[in-house]
């Protein structure tokens, strides 16, 4: 499947950890192409630098028709002129705090 959205969508950047509650930053109105990127994933392009917490671990789109996605941030990159990230979509388990492992996505 490729393209399933092209246009403007409201992107919330969330950093989520057990035992703690959430921080979420939401842009509105955020320029999006959301495409599949197999199964349970999702790729998310950007127009412009999106923010977020730095500990961000969880990303979620409201597209104007109310349909929702969801899921754990694994890769992307991040810059003032746009960029990309890649979700997997589902169920996904809490960690107690950030990884301070290198190769796991980091939010900058």
């Not at 393209?3 to 509105?28: C, F, K, M, N, S």
Request: with cysteine.
């Amino acid at each position: 499947m490729p393209d399933v959205y092209e246009g403007l969508a409201t992107v919330v950047v969330i950093a989520h950890y057990l035992g703690l509650a959430p921080v979420e930053l939401t842009t509105y109105e955020c320029p999006v192409r959301l495409s599949d990127a197999g199964t349970g994933r999702a790729r998310i392009e950007l127009r412009q630098y999106l923010q977020g917490p730095k500990a961000a671990n969880l990303l979620r789109v409201i597209l104007p028709d109310g349909h929702q996605l969801q899921g754990q941030l694994i890769d992307g990159c991040n810059e003032p002129g746009g960029g990309w990230l890649l979700i997997n979509i589902g169920p996904f388990e809490l960690t107690p705090a950030p990884s301070a492992n290198a190769n796991v996505w980091k939010w900058e």
